[in-house]
């Protein structure tokens, strides 16, 4: 395609006999044009002069009220930053650390690695950490992603003989077969009658993990609406009559109420259900070659010793070795 915008236009020698009436014609138009424009910016201008109403406003927006005293947007959003935001934007910078530690050293992290992972961190805990637990699907499988990045990073000049990596996986053959999980919302309560009018509310609509937060007694899962991470079926420390429970159900499904070895009552939802699974040697052989050269370093690392070496910069100011 050849291109015009170069391009003179062709002139020629010949004096304008245009007529003046037809070349004033021509020019009020543009006249017409020059004077918008000029009205548009003009208007532009008075506008960037008044204060912008919707931004003050939405600053102090009404989000709460506690005895007629106003809690605003303004003050929930620094509430928030101070709580979550140091450690929310250090896993963030965190996270993009170590791709940038990928690109440049050439690290590959494949999706059956990272579910891997996921499938043996769920048989070896009878919990996940509370920090685990407020992470979604996808955070989690991010976070797997940077864990396994750094990993790789620290052990990519690690040699481990072939014969230990066999004798680990022959001693340690349990630890690869794994158990069916479920993901389990629990809300106990001290009666058969407070049971059932919580199962009532859940039939009728009501949240589950709201209402673990409101009524359910065992305070350290009702703080995280009552998730108590992934039960096995063959987990020893769990009330049988939990276990029973959850067994019985589907993803998303609620449970009846339950009488528990305490005498209370239980209510039980399944979020996720993961088939148990058996791992061969080749499924697991880079795993475990990882975890052994991981043990002959001498010290623990973290992404934060990779900040400086990719200029990372953050709001706190604070230098991170």
Do not use: C
């Amino acid at each position: 395609m050849s291109s015009t915008r170069n391009r003179r236009p062709q002139t020629s020698s010949t004096p304008n006999q245009t007529p003046l009436l037809q070349r004033r014609l021509k020019t009020k138009p543009a006249l017409i044009v020059i004077a918008i424009l000029l009205l548009g910016n003009f208007l532009w201008f008075i506008a960037w002069l008044i204060p912008n109403k919707g931004q003050e406003i939405g600053s102090d927006e009404q989000v709460a009220t506690v005895d007629g005293d106003v809690i605003t947007r303004q003050d929930w959003m620094i509430a928030m930053e101070e709580r979550y935001g140091k450690e929310t934007l250090q896993n963030l910078v965190n996270e993009s650390v170590m791709e940038k530690a990928a690109d440049k050293y050439k690290i590959k992290v494949s999706n059956q690695e990272i579910d891997l992972e996921l499938a043996l961190m769920r048989s070896a805990q009878d919990k996940f950490d509370t920090a685990l637990q407020n992470l979604s699907a996808d955070q989690l499988k991010q976070k797997i992603r940077s864990e396994l990045i750094l990993d790789k990073v620290l052990t990519k000049d690690v040699v481990i003989k072939e014969d230990s990596i066999k004798k680990y996986y022959e001693e340690n053959k349990a630890l690869y077969n794994t158990d069916t999980s479920y993901r389990t919302n629990f809300i106990e309560v001290d009666s058969k009658k407070a049971a059932e009018e919580a199962l009532s509310e859940l039939k009728n609509g009501s949240d589950f993990s709201v209402l673990a937060r409101e009524i359910s007694i065992d305070s350290a899962s009702a703080s995280l609406g009552g998730d108590i991470g992934f039960l096995t079926e063959e987990q020893g420390n769990i009330d049988p009559a939990l276990l029973k429970a959850v067994k019985t159900l589907s993803a998303n499904e609620i449970s009846k109420v339950f009488k528990l070895d305490n005498g209370h009552y239980g209510i039980v939802q399944v979020q996720e259900v993961i088939e148990g699974q058996s791992f061969t040697y080749d499924d697991v052989k880079e795993h475990i070659e990882r975890e052994l050269a991981l043990e002959q370093l001498q010290q623990s690392i973290t992404p934060e010793a990779f900040w400086s070496e990719f200029k990372a910069t953050w709001y706190y100011g604070e230098e991170k070795k």
